[in-house]
C-alpha cells in the first residue's frame, strides 16, 4: 500500500546532517509496513531489529552506549554486515528497550553515516522513565491511512489525483462519485488490516469484525497503562470518549464512578498512547497554543472506523443515510474532518468556543497557516444558519475567511469571507498554492 509517508523517509534519506529518525504513531497504523518497504527498495541492505519479539537481544545495550560495539554485536545476532552509508538499521518497537532510544544519541554522534530509524508505539510511556536524547533524534508522526491513501490502496488514483489538487469546482458526477467512495471510507476506515480486507473481501461489514479485533487489542494494553492509572477507568474512558466526539467534553462526563483526577489521568494516557486526540479551546490568534483552554476541550479518536465501533452506532440505520453529514448526528463528519487536518497539520488541533448567558457559539476547528488563521465548520445548511461562524468573523476580522465542509458543490461567498468544499477536500486545505490562489 502506497503511504504518504514515503515520501518524508526518502526526503530523511538525503538529508545531509542527518539524524536517527523515531516514527511514533498508535499500534497497528503501517509503521512496520512501511519502514520495511523504504529499507528494502532504497538500501542496498535492510537489517531489522525486533526488540519486543527478541528481548534477550536488550542484554547488548546494558554494558554500553558504544555505538561500534553495539553494531558488531547486532551483525553476530542478525547474521548480516551492516554497512554505514548502504544499510538501513531499523529498530522495531523500541519503547520495549528504553536503553536502546537512549542509544539513538550515540549513533548519531559517532556512527553519523549510518542510517538508523526506529518506531514504537506507547513510546510516550518509555520516554518518562529515560533521559531522552533531546536534539540527537529527528521525529516523524504516523497516523492510519487518511482519504487519499485510501483511494490508492483501492486502485481509484485518478480520483485520489482530483483531491490532491487545488480545491475547485469539479462535475456533479464527480462529485457524487467522490461522496459515494468516501461513504464507504466512513465506515471501514484506515487501519491498514481493515482497508486490506475490504480489498480483498470488498465487504464492508467484513471490516466490522477487523474493527473490534484492533479495539481489544488496544484494550489489552491498557494492562501496560496499569501503573499509571486505574484500568477500569481506562476501559470507562476509552468506550465514553467515542461517544461523545463532537461535543465539548467534560471530564465528569466520561465517568461516573471515578474522580476528576482519575478519570483525566486516563483521558491523557490515551492522549499519550496517539488513540485519542484532544482539541482545546482556543481564540484566533498567533500561537493558538497561546490562550488553549485546559478546562474547555473536545476530542476525536484516532481513526473513524475504530470509533464507529467503540461509538456503538447501528450500521443498518446509519449506512441507508445518503447525507454524510447527517450520519450518528454530525458526529461522524466532524471525526472524519479532525483526523485529515491531524494529517495534514501534524500539529495540535484547536477549536472556538464562546459562552456567556445571552449568547453561546462554537466552531469545530481552528488552523493556522503560514500567514492566518482559519476557521473551520463541518455542516450542513446555508450560509444563513451559520451564526457562530458569522460571530466569530465579526469578531476576529483578520480571519481572512471561513471554510464550511459540506456535501455540496464547491462555492465561494466572497462578499461573506465564506468557502463551501465538499468533504472529501479536508485534508487538502493547507498547500501553499491553494492559500496564494486566495
Not at 6 to 34: C, D, F, H, I
Amino acid at each position: 500500500m502506497e503511504r504518504l509517508i514515503e515520501k518524508k523517509l526518502k526526503s530523511w534519506k538525503s538529508l545531509t546532517r542527518r539524524k536517527p529518525l523515531l516514527v511514533r504513531g498508535a499500534r497497528q497504523v503501517g509503521k512496520t509496513y512501511s519502514i520495511r518497504k523504504f529499507g528494502r527498495e532504497l538500501f542496498g541492505s535492510f537489517a531489522e531489529v525486533d526488540l519486543e519479539r527478541n528481548r534477550t537481544w536488550h542484554k547488548i545495550f546494558d554494558i554500553d552506549l558504544n555505538p561500534q560495539r553495539i553494531l558488531t554485536e547486532l551483525e553476530i545476532v542478525l547474521g548480516q554486515k551492516i554497512i554505514p552509508g548502504e544499510s538501513l538499521l531499523f529498530f522495531d518497537e523500541i519503547q520495549s528497550c528504553p536503553r536502546a532510544i537512549m542509544a539513538l544519541r550515540y549513533f548519531f554522534e559517532e556512527l553519523p553515516e549510518l542510517h538508523v530509524v526506529a518506531a514504537g508505539s506507547l513510546l510516550e510511556f518509555a520516554l518518562d522513565d529515560i533521559p531522552f536524547p533531546v536534539g540527537r533524534v529527528q521525529f516523524l508522526e504516523m497516523h492510519p491511512m487518511n482519504f487519499v491513501e485510501y483511494l490508492w490502496a483501492i486502485d481509484k488514483k485518478m480520483l485520489a489525483d482530483i483531491i490532491c489538487q487545488k480545491p475547485g469546482p469539479v462535475s456533479e458526477l464527480i462529485h457524487n462519485t467522490l461522496l459515494k467512495e468516501l461513504r464507504n471510507y466512513f465506515f471501514i476506515g484506515g487501519m491498514p488490516e481493515t482497508v486490506e480486507v475490504y480489498l480483498n473481501t470488498r465487504s464492508i461489514y467484513e471490516c466490522f469484525g477487523v474493527h473490534k479485533e484492533l479495539c481489544e487489542t488496544f484494550r489489552q494494553d491498557f494492562a501496560k497503562y496499569a501503573p499509571h492509572s486505574n484500568a477500569d477507568c481506562l476501559d470507562t474512558v476509552f468506550f465514553s470518549t467515542a461517544k461523545n466526539v463532537g461535543k465539548q467534553i467534560k471530564y465528569s462526563q466520561l465517568s461516573q464512578d471515578f474522580s476528576h483526577p482519575t478519570i483525566k489521568k486516563a483521558f491523557d494516557l490515551f492522549c499519550k498512547a496517539r488513540i485519542v486526540k484532544k482539541i482545546s479551546s482556543t481564540v484566533p490568534g498567533f500561537p493558538l497554543e497561546a490562550n488553549a483552554s485546559q478546562r474547555k476541550f473536545k476530542a476525536i479518536m484516532v481513526d473513524i472506523g475504530l470509533w464507529q465501533y467503540l461509538s456503538g452506532i447501528r450500521f443498518d440505520v446509519e449506512f441507508q443515510k445518503r447525507n454524510l453529514l447527517s450520519i450518528h448526528n454530525g458526529a461522524m463528519a466532524e471525526q472524519f474532518v479532525g483526523q485529515e487536518l491531524m494529517v495534514s497539520q501534524q500539529s495540535e488541533l484547536y477549536y472556538w468556543a464562546r459562552e456567556s448567558k445571552s449568547s453561546s457559539a462554537e466552531v469545530d476547528f481552528l488552523i493556522a497557516t503560514d500567514n492566518a488563521i482559519l476557521p473551520i465548520e463541518v455542516k450542513s445548511g446555508s450560509s444563513g444558519r451559520m451564526r457562530s461562524l458569522h460571530m466569530l468573523l465579526k469578531q476576529y476580522p483578520d480571519c481572512p475567511y471561513a471554510i464550511i465542509f459540506s456535501c455540496g458543490l464547491y462555492s465561494e461567498l466572497s462578499e461573506q469571507r465564506l468557502l463551501f468544499l465538499p468533504l472529501y477536500y479536508a485534508g487538502n486545505i493547507q498547500t501553499k498554492d491553494y492559500l496564494a490562489r486566495k
